[in-house]
């Protein structure tokens, strides 16, 4: 059974092995792949963001964040970022994250949720995403630069609350 919880600073070594596994790859983060940990995780953990970490067989399996998509008179729009350790990808993680996210947004008093650079390539995002509501609203033309692709779109998806 999957179980979310609010991170803990003690929780940080192991959410910088997801997250340098996954940015590494630089085929769905615009994070440079050579990030330095504590790059990482300044942004990451910072106090404007909401941090959670799934837990499944005692093991940390993911992480994701919420926070304001814009500052000032954008900040009811939520904004959030998902990881997934590689070996425990397939196993819902991702999909029991979102569900959550979506409900602690809403808690948080945001309106909406928006994301705005769904890799193109990303093809079980994409998906995973509609399945929870998402609407792709826009796609920007070649935004991000696939380590093994080239230049890619990127996809603008929003969903209210």
């Given at each position: 059974?999957?179980t979310i919880r609010k991170s ?110 769904v890799i193109s390539t990303n ?30 779109d990127a996809h603008i998806m929003?969903?209210?609350?």
């Amino acid at each position: 059974m999957i179980t979310i919880r609010k991170s803990t600073k003690e929780d940080a070594e192991k959410i910088w092995d997801i997250f340098q596994i996954v940015v590494a790859r630089g085929d769905t983060y615009a994070f440079l792949p050579d990030i330095s940990q504590a790059a990482a995780l300044s942004y990451w953990m910072a106090d404007d963001k909401h941090c959670y970490v799934a837990e499944l067989e005692g093991n940390l399996v993911g992480t994701y964040i919420i926070k304001d998509n814009q500052p000032g008179l954008g900040s009811h729009i939520a904004n959030a970022s998902f990881m997934v350790s590689p070996q425990f990808q397939g196993r819902s993680v991702g999909k029991t994250m979102g569900k959550h996210a979506l409900i602690k947004a809403k808690e948080l008093g945001y309106a909406a949720m928006q994301f705005n650079l769904v890799i193109s390539t990303n093809i079980p995002a994409i998906n995973l995403w509609r399945k929870l509501g998402f609407q792709i609203i826009g796609t920007i033309p070649q935004a991000f630069d696939h380590l093994q692709k080239g230049m890619v779109d990127a996809h603008i998806m929003f969903r209210e609350l």
